[in-house]
């Protein structure tokens, strides 16, 4: 497992670094969207009175027209491909507009429901996504490169209503498909109330008859995993992260000293190093937590039954979040025009107290 301090959030992985996200998609609200339009192009088609303006707005009146239609008229002046399925585009779409942006448009027509990709400042891509939907399947940011893409379950901000309000919306999303499909197979992301010691994770693990997938192992900021091997048992797979652990915080640990060191020998002074000392601090701490519990974990990644899942959600002592990798029309949509990979990060704990053991009080 390796970390560095140029990781941003603190995110590690187990052998390397998170890239920071930087194509986003699920862009809401009145945006502008940066086109290739020379000139006004006017074009008529049954129904349909379709005008893209050159400063990047559009002018349309559809009586009817299908939707089909007028995402290839999107598509030829914008030159962004367009993805939605067979079904939406043959349905009927009247509007009467003038001179809005394209996301305006794309709301008259789709509401929320919609995507856009963007390489840089470009929009590339654009999804819509069937209406109608009253809890979200999936919030979150996709990342697209090469015609791969990545999706990122995670709040849309970190300040706790943000985090609070997502939860929320995962557990509903969970219900319903506990209800609707109890035995579906689905990968969650479990994240712990506080910290978790390796004998709690192994009793956790096996109380609830979960198959781990991925061990998240963490104090505050400075955060990694570990991907359980094929076969490999949780005790031997906690065994494994803690040797990882153990030359990743000795690494950290003589890099944030080299750091101070080396600074300190050019005369640098104590109120010019504040991130370097910072750095050396968290380093410390986290070897002082690691000697005293050993790793700690705060998370797991587990596959089992949307029924078993869902019974985590009622254990508050422990659970923070169950959230299913699932990303309804969304994943389906991407899925389809993309290879994807699913992914989330655990939410940290709001606190830096381990869960407490279990005693026969409790029981």
Known sequence: MAMNKECGSGIMKSRYCMNQIILLLLIMGSVVVPLALASDSNKKIGGLQFTAHADNTFSVVSSGTALGVLLDKIRE?????VYTSEVEKKRPVSIDVKK???????????????????EGQRATDLHLLPKGKTIPDFSGKVQIRDKRARLFFMPADDSKNGVNDYIRKRHEVLEQLAKKDPGKELQA??????????NQIVS??????????????????????????????????????????KEFI?????????????????GVGNDQMQSELTFQQNANELASVFHAKGVTFYGVRVATSAK????LTSNDQEIRLVDPLWGGSVEDEV????????IAIPLVPDNEAFIPLVTEDRK
């Open 189 to 198: 992301q479990v994240s712990f109330t506080g910290y978790m010691t390796a």
């Open 250 to 266: 000795a690494e950290l640990q003589e890099s944030a000293d080299r750091q101070v060191a080396s600074l300190r020998q050019k």
């Open 335 to 342: 899925t389809n025009a993309y290879l994807t990979t699913k």
């Open 204 to 245: 956790f693990v096996k109380s609830n008859q979960l198959d781990p997938v991925t061990l998240n192992i963490g104090w505050k900021e400075n955060g990694g995993r570990y991907d359980l091997k094929h076969g490999e048992s949780i005790e031997a797979a906690i065994e494994s992260a803690a040797l990882y652990d």
């Open 308 to 311: 078993q899942l869902h019974t």
């Open 77 to 81: 002046t914008t030159h962004i491909d």
């Open 100 to 118: 809005v942006t394209l996301i305006e448009l794309l709301q008259r027509v789709a509401g929320d429901n919609y995507a856009i990709v963007f």
